[in-house]
């Protein structure tokens, strides 16, 4: 039997097939092309899923103690994104709390009134000395008594007493009179004045404030999400000092969101307010309609461009953003971040 050589042909047909296969390539790529992107729409690769950014604050100064989320982590509204150790000791509460109670006790005092005491010395009548008809009694009664003792009808000793009592009598006749003093204090309550109780009141308003405020701080512990969305912390970080009002974390609000398309300059002419645009997320499409196209500096009508801060929109620097709606039932299908390819089309 003999051999049929086919190399020759295997060569010719690799030769002249090969660039067959190629340019048969090159022409169906370029159908697909011209049926996709060859009938005048825009398709931008530079895109987002996006959403308005909620800030995350610290309700009270104090330490950060511990970080219980991560880049990129779904949260509900209320969920603890981290814990603060504040700077308010149980010490310090109990001596705002006597500060209170002593303000208290002094404004109820102010109130009663002000108890004032006022010496006052009282003299007694004074004791005036013997009269002379006191006097004149006693010597006549002592003449009498010297008669009735030489007649014998009373004892030296009446006699005696009698004599006393006139010098006695003599004695007081001739003394100065005398007074018993003494000290008392007549106690009085005043009431306060108007502008005193005013004072003390505002004290115990103020003492009253700290404590509070005091409590607060120790119960404000904890940071929460504001709202429902992805957690972004930045430099949120364990041991971190942070100050009361304080932005430490955004949460892109799951219940606002969008496409966000970043356009070169010159391609502006291509998009238009409420022209349709077909999307695509993890190779799903979707439709929306354009609802907003601004610059990073201003808005299509000139004015100052919406709040971008916190968005996921980083990349808008330098180029045209253009805002694309999601429609509710779609949203459950994306995640914030989720790069997105955009398709303007013309005849939207």
């Known amino acids: 039997m003999n051999e049929i050589d086919i190399s ?35 398709v931008v690769r530079d895109a987002k899923v996006s959403s308005s950014m909620v800030g995350a604050r610290v309700r009270v100064a104090g330490t950060v103690a511990e970080v219980l989320v991560q880049d990129g982590d779904v949260v509900k509204a209320g969920d603890v994104i981290a814990r603060i150790k504040v700077n308010v000791t149980e010490e310090q509460l109990k001596q705002l709390q006597q500060t209170v109670e002593l303000s208290q006790q002094n404004l109820d005092q102010i109130k009663k009134g002000v108890t004032v005491r006022t010496p006052r010395v009282v003299s007694a009548p004074p004791n005036a000395g ?6 004149e009694r006693a010597r006549n009664r002592m003449e009498r008594m010297n008669q009735l003792y030489e007649m014998g009808a ?5 006699r005696d007493e ?3 009592a006139y010098q006695a009598a003599v004695a007081a006749a001739s003394a100065a009179p005398s007074y018993d003093s003494s000290v008392i204090y007549d106690t009085t309550v005043q009431a306060a004045s108007p502008e005193t109780i005013k004072r003390a009141e505002l004290q115990l308003r103020q003492a009253q404030a700290a404590l509070e405020r005091a409590k607060g701080n120790a119960a404000a512990t904890e940071i929460t ?13 364990e ?3 942070v100050q009361a009002g304080q932005v430490v974390a955004n949460v892109g609000n799951s219940d606002s969101m969008w496409i966000e398309a970043y356009l070169k300059p010159q391609q502006q002419g291509s998009v238009r307010l409420g022209q349709v645009a077909d999307f ?3 190779r799903k499409k979707y439709e929306g309609l354009v609802m907003e196209i ?3 500096a201003e808005n299509a009508a000139g004015e100052a461009a919406p709040n971008t801060e916190g968005s996921y929109g980083e990349n808008s620097s330098g180029k045209l953003v253009v805002r694309i709606s999601i429609s509710p039932e779609d949203v459950a299908g994306m995640s914030i971040g989720d790069d997105a390819e955009v398709r303007f089309l013309k005849k939207g």
Request: hydrophobic residues 55%; proline residues 4%.
């Open 8 to 42: 020759e042909k295997v060569k010719g047909a690799i030769k002249f097939g090969l660039p067959v296969l190629l340019a048969l390539s090159v022409a169906v790529a370029s159908v697909v092309w011209y049926a996709v992107y060859g009938t005048g729409d825009l």
């Open 239 to 241: 041991g971190m000092e």
């Open 294 to 296: 601004y610059s990073p």
């Open 154 to 158: 009373i004892s030296a000793v009446k």
């Open 280 to 282: 695509y997320v993890d």
């Open 225 to 237: 999400a504001p709202v429902d969305g992805i957690v972004y912390i930045g430099d949120l970080a």
């Open 162 to 164: 009698a004599a006393a």
């Open 130 to 135: 013997a009269s002379a008809g006191e006097v």
